[in-house]
């Protein structure tokens, strides 16, 4: 049982670049999030998924976008890097509970640490 | 609009002391509240929930309360022990999604 798993794990980007971080969990969750960490500003999310073939902005969308096209798989697209990018990404994912929104735990993935020249 | 806030400042406790690190939250209404721990170079691991009807939730040498009057949440750790030292990070719910503070460092010092 992998959990969640982010590939690659560092990367190194020239400025105008494109790429993209893959999430996958293998622990059948409905929701799925990536979210950004950086020096004095914490976690913030970028982009999350509800289900397969969902996707919503969340506080910092903007130069990125994704897509759920399986369950167990959420993509983070960056079409043109710019330095302000740079950052460290993480996945996180968790169940659907019946009856509501989740109340349940985010399992998170290691990171990709992501550099923009 | 909606803020987190933890103390910046990183908590420097002899080990045996108990640790408390504070979650402080405006423009919220939270059914539930969340701690995480993070390690460096690590994602963040869950720790503890408490709901907003749960003035206190134990497990093991950890304790969190939540004050939904005074909107803060206390995070406790007894007898702290240098394996302890990590950042701590509280979490509040925002429709399907959680908003993070910015996490407290913590290092316990033999």
């Known amino acids: 049982n992998a959990g969640v798993t982010q590939t690659p794990k560092f990367r190194v980007l020239k400025t105008g670049q494109s790429m993209t971080l893959l999430c996958a969990q293998d622990?059948?969750?409905?929701?799925m999030y990536w979210y950004r960490q950086d020096p004095g500003m914490g976690l913030r999310l970028i982009h999350y998924?509800?289900?397969?073939?969902?996707?919503a902005k969340g506080e910092v969308p903007d130069g990125y976008n994704v897509s759920r096209l399986k369950k167990q798989n959420f993509l983070l697209g960056l079409e043109s890097a710019a330095p302000s990018q740079t950052s460290v990404y993480f996945c996180?994912?968790?169940?659907?509970?019946?009856?509501?929104?989740?109340?349940?735990?985010?399992?998170f993935g290691e990171g990709s640490r992501l550099t923009v020249l | 609009s909606q803020k987190i806030e933890q103390n910046s400042e990183a908590l420097n406790i002899q080990e045996g002391k108990t640790a408390t690190l504070t979650c402080n939250y405006t423009?919220?209404?939270?059914?539930?509240l969340q701690w995480y721990r993070q390690d460096p170079g690590r994602g963040p691991v869950f720790l503890l929930l408490?709901?907003?009807?749960?003035k206190e939730k134990r497990k093991e040498r950890l304790k969190v309360t939540f004050d939904t009057t005074l909107k803060q949440s206390l995070f406790h750790i007894t007898a702290s022990q240098p394996a302890d030292s990590a950042t701590y990070l509280c979490?509040?719910?925002?429709?399907?999604?959680?908003?993070f503070g910015k996490g407290t460092s913590l290092l316990v010092t033999p």
């Open positions: 408490i709901r907003e009807n749960e």
């Open positions: 622990m059948n969750h409905e929701y």
């Open positions: 996180a994912s968790r169940e659907r509970l019946a009856g509501g929104p989740s109340t349940g735990e985010l399992f």
């Open positions: 979490a509040l719910p925002s429709r399907y999604a959680l908003n």
């Open positions: 423009n919220y209404s939270p059914a539930y």
């Open positions: 998924s509800v289900g397969e073939g969902t996707t």
